[in-house]
């Protein structure tokens, strides 16, 4: 299996930046697709980007198109999360996971999880 641990949320105002990282460990790393989700408050857990397992493909939300982007570097064992013009209504707790199935939008398609980072955004 992989272990997954996020990094770099943080509070910012509207309109700023953050870049969030996912570390991974164990099983090879380049051989998952890997994803990022959310979760508000009171609110279920949403899919936000995908990559495949080579970085040749992305999947992202509507609202997140022209706003985030997501990569991965297999060397590093790592993917990023690149969220730019960010809103109020992006906080939430960001979730990196795992899947051994081609990228998809589908949570359930996702076997390892991270524990998230918390993401605020200031109006």
């Known amino acids: 299996q992989v272990q997954l641990v996020e990094s770099g949320g943080g509070l910012v105002q509207a309109g700023g930046s953050l870049r969030l990282s996912c570390a991974a460990s164990g099983r090879t790393f380049s051989s998952y697709s890997m994803g990022w989700f959310r979760q508000a408050p009171g609110k279920e857990r949403e899919f936000v980007a995908a990559?495949?397992?080579?970085?040749?493909?992305?999947l992202s939300v509507d609202s997140a198109k022209r706003r985030f982007a997501i990569w991965r570097d297999n060397a590093k064992n790592t993917v990023y999360l690149q969220m730019n013009s960010l809103k109020p209504e992006d906080t939430a707790v960001y979730y990196c996971a795992a899947s051994d199935r081609v990228v998809t939008t589908l949570i359930n398609h996702y076997d390892y999880w991270g524990q998230g980072t918390q993401v605020t955004v200031s109006s």
């Open positions: 990559v495949s397992w080579s970085g040749g493909t992305t």
